[in-house]
């Protein structure tokens, strides 16, 4: 059971240029989400997907596109990167969102993006 | 809406001594409150968490929290601190759905030291 794999772990950037971060999970979660970590402000919500053909915004979704095809992938794409959006990126999956039910949060490995 | 305060950004003890992270929050339901810990150059592991059960709760490698509805409080304790213990620790509430569905605080780095 591998959970949540994330790829790449580590990668550089030109400004102005796009790359994919992966996304994938094997434990047939409903939702799924990317968070960035920038120090001292914890994790912030980026986007989310509550399932197949579903995705929203999260608080900070400016720059950064996403889609849902299937269960296992929720791929973030970086449309043109900018020296701001150097940060660690957590993908994370759960069996459903919030609420009362306490469903355990999985996070990817994170990777580790810097623009220059 | 709902918060989440770690009232230490830094906390620093001796091995063997206890641990006390602090963690408030602010909900309008009944929230879900999780600990997880990252160590450095990793990612979230999951310590503990609530979920409308037993107030005090057990978690992985010694460590328990307790919900205190009345104090808005779920802090995080050990008794003996271990070297291992070295890491980042964010606390965080989940109540809502969508967008609100989880929010973290802005964590605590708990030093050990020898």
């Known amino acids: 059971n591998a959970g949540v794999t994330q790829t790449p772990k580590f990668q550089v950037l030109k400004t102005g240029q796009s790359m994919t971060l992966q996304c994938a999970q094997d434990m047939n979660h409903e939702y799924m989400s990317w968070y960035r970590q920038d120090p001292g402000m914890g994790l912030r919500l980026i986007h989310y997907s509550v399932g197949a053909g579903i995705t929203d915004q999260g608080e900070v979704p400016n720059g950064y596109n996403v889609s849902r095809s299937t269960t296992e992938d929720f791929p973030l794409r970086l449309l043109s990167a900018a020296p701001s959006q150097t940060s660690v990126y957590f993908c994370?999956?759960?069996?459903?969102?919030?609420?009362?039910?306490?469903?355990?949060?999985?996070f990817g490995e994170g990777s580790w993006l810097t623009v220059v | 809406a709902q918060s989440v305060t770690q009232l230490d950004s830094h906390v620093s003890v001796s091995e063997g001594t206890p641990v006390l992270l602090r963690c408030n929050y602010s909900s309008s339901y009944s929230p879900s409150l999780f600990w997880y810990v990252q160590h450095p150059n990793k990612g979230l592991q999951l310590l503990l968490k609530y979920t409308s059960a037993a107030t005090l709760v057990k978690g992985i490698n010694g460590f328990e929290a307790e919900f205190k509805k009345s104090e808005t409080s779920f802090h995080l304790t050990k008794p003996s601190a271990h070297m291992s213990d070295a890491a980042e620790y964010f606390c965080v509430v989940s109540g809502l759905t969508g967008r609100r569905a989880l929010t973290f605080g802005s964590g605590t780095r708990l030093q050990v030291q020898p």
């Open positions: 994370a999956s759960s069996y459903s969102s919030g609420g009362t039910s306490g469903n355990t949060i999985y």
